[in-house]
């Protein structure tokens, strides 16, 4: 936690009426804080004396359009919640950008651990395969929930799930000139639409799913809270699993990456047993085209942080972590198109 960054403050004074009227059982008065993480969307902690909020709010600045879409990160958490999935319970969404600058939403305030580095240094050896399958098992809940049951049936289109996220990463990676191009990145707009495996399976996506946008268990191996929906919408669960997978195609320190690690001596499972994991889950005999998937995902975490330099240039980052992100997008963009040699 941290003091509210100068160009992330807004009216808390507006923020205490605007929960006195929306937020049940809230009393005031409040502090906040600033968590350094959430890249996309700036994220504080709202301390009272009854309880603490967490309070999610597009950033200030010009945004990409139909970026931090926080109504749809706000639906996705009720409706997840009420099927009894780990997520925050929803408080209360704000639309309205005369209250703070810039649309909102609060909900509870998780006390869990949080981990960046994937292979969990902190955790002892003898725990971290259950951390591993503790992810690998929250992954299979989310993509085994039915949309329409859920409320969800609308999140998202349907069909042609690959050629519409090509299309809109591309887009959004063409059309911020301000951040450069890539030739990696040149390449891949080529390579992935002429390679689109067959099949169109369709679920609940979370689109960031990593160690660091959960909440384990103060003790135990077990997800209490998966965080930061603002990628979710209805798509292939492939993709999904393998935008979470990538970690062991990547080095360490590279996104926490494991490739290279000794994975037996660290008590980690390796990729072919945590893909075979997640397969008996979700009722699989095994990913075909695993490249392509990989590929893809890499390629759509390549535009993810070309959009992060973009708002770094114009002064709309909201994280500090920015600059260090951005200091990855060659690497990944390389190690992106190399999925497909």
């Known amino acids: 936690m941290a003091p509210v960054r100068p160009n992330h ?16 059982d809230f009393r005031g008065p409040l502090s906040v804080s600033q968590f350094d993480g959430g890249q996309s969307n700036p994220t504080y902690r709202l301390r009272t004396a009854g309880r603490d909020y967490v309070l999610r709010r597009k950033p200030p600045g010009v945004l990409v359009k139909g970026a931090h879409a926080v109504d749809r990160e706000f639906r996705v958490i009720s409706a997840l919640h009420a099927t009894g999935f780990p997520v925050p319970a929803p408080f209360g969404l ?8 810039t649309a909102f939403y609060v909900m509870e305030m998780v006390e869990g651990r949080n981990f960046r580095d994937t292979a969990f240094p902190e955790v002892p050896r003898d725990e971290r395969a259950a951390m591993f399958d503790a992810m690998n098992a929250t992954i299979a809940r989310l993509h085994a929930i039915d949309p329409v049951a859920a409320g969800l049936g609308d999140f998202g289109r349907q069909g ?15 059309e911020d000139p301000e951040a450069g191009r890539l030739p990696a990145m040149d390449a891949l707009i080529e390579w992935l639409p002429a390679n689109i495996p067959a099949g169109d399976d369709c679920t609940i996506v979370h689109g960031d799913f990593r160690c660091d946008n959960m909440l384990f268990h103060p003790r135990e191996p077990r997800v209490i809270a998966v965080l930061d929906w603002e990628l979710s919408t209805l798509g292939h669960p492939l993709a999904d699993f393998a935008y979470h997978l990538m970690i062991y195609r990547m080095p360490p320190g590279f996104s926490t990456g494991l490739a290279g690690l000794d994975l037996p001596a660290l008590g980690i499972p390796g990729e072919e047993r945590y893909v075979e994991a997640y397969c008996r889950r979700t009722g699989r005999d095994g990913i075909d085209r695993l490249d392509f998937y990989l590929a893809f995902s890499l390629f759509r975490l390549a535009a993810i942080i070309h ?6 240039l114009r002064g709309t980052a909201s ?4 600059e260090l992100a951005v200091e990855q997008l060659d690497r990944i963009a390389a190690l992106a198109l190399a999925q497909t040699r």
């Open 94 to 101: 704000c639309l309205d950008d005369a209250v703070i600058g």
């Open 307 to 312: 959009g992060i330099k973009g708002r770094l």
């Open 9 to 24: 403050r807004f009216d808390e004074a507006a923020l205490v009426r605007w929960m006195d009227d929306h937020v049940p």
């Open 160 to 174: 042609n799930y690959f050629e519409r996220q090509v299309g809109r990463w591309s887009r959004q990676y063409l």
């Open 319 to 322: 994280s500090s972590q920015a």
